[in-house]
């Protein structure tokens, strides 16, 4: 009997208590139709986890998406991680380390159009299979807003695409990347990305045998899957039908 008053003095003391043995309350907006709380819908989220923006979406396989302005899937911006594993990147342009000296991407994620992702995709896959390389890229889809920031930065178009033309990149269709060795080192390429001077041009040949070779390795894969050189930057290639995607100013994310 005195348990059971003692149990009952308890069960009244504990009712008293604000938040104990209650549900907890939610708004009425955080409750489902059926008064139950519904859990948030799951968004896409970058690498580090977090909510990403709602300007990405998700693709049939997964893969991360910004959506262009031109209304075809062909043209989808691809997320360069979601769809090449073990991909590596060093994008400068996120960091104020590059020759404008600031940074002007708000993050270092790749985009490339979905023809050219593909295609650095099999590049990737082909390197790894037959050479244990990996591809570590530097650049791609660059808005036109941001071509017209390096234009006032360095109006000179041998190093900079004029914006009232566009470059390849604010099209999606070029990449600027280099070789990883098993090792997690660069292979020697003779300069840095970005290097504006005659040593980085494929037709330089006064470098080492060893650089040449890696250069040449590297021209002769992309060639392989559908990838044009330019003859003054060793790192940069435009996908081959580059001109049938328009130049774009869709922000990065
Ligand atoms: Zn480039």
Known sequence: MRVCRFAILLWCLLGLLPGTFRPPSLPAAERGPTGARSAPAPGPRDRRGEPSGS???RGATGEIVLPSAAPSREFDLVDLESVIPGLLTDVRYATPDNFTGKVVYPSARVFLR???AERLAAVAAFLARHHGLRVKVFDGYRPLSVQKRFWEILPDDRYVANPATGS????GAAVDLTLVGPDGVDLAMGTAFDDFSERAGHGFRDLPARV???RRLLR?????FGFEPLASEWWHYDL???KQFPVEDVPLP
């Open 220 to 224: 002769s894969v992309m060639a392989g």
């Open 240 to 242: 081959k039908g580059w």
């Open 168 to 171: 390849k990149h604010n099209r």
């Open 114 to 116: 979905r023809p050219a």
């Open 55 to 57: 300007r990405l979406a």
């Open 212 to 214: 040449l070779a890696n």
